[in-house]
């Protein structure tokens, strides 16, 4: 993986503290969620290109047929960001 840029970001208090809050709630650093906010909005907008998602072991060895018997939340922990 490439290295990550580094710079500094001034936010004002509110934004941060509810930032701080989302980043909890979905058990990421606010830096995480900071930057999968800003990653998710660059796609949307076309200006980066949309990768795969990664599959989890479990979601490979299922067989084609097996996939649709897959409950609503092991889509919903394969399919969350990291």
Do not use: C
Request: net charge negative; proline share 6%; no cysteine.
């Amino acid at each position: 993986m490439a290295e990550s840029k580094r710079f500094l970001l001034r936010l004002d208090p509110r934004l941060f503290e509810a930032l701080r809050r989302w980043a909890h709630d979905d058990l990421r650093s606010v830096n995480a969620q900071i930057e999968y906010l800003l990653t998710d909005q660059v796609r949307r907008g076309g200006r980066l290109p949309h990768q795969p998602r990664r599959q989890t072991a479990d979601a490979q060895d299922l067989a084609p047929d097996e996939e649709d018997d897959a409950t609503d939340s092991d889509e919903w922990a394969a399919s969350r960001p990291r």
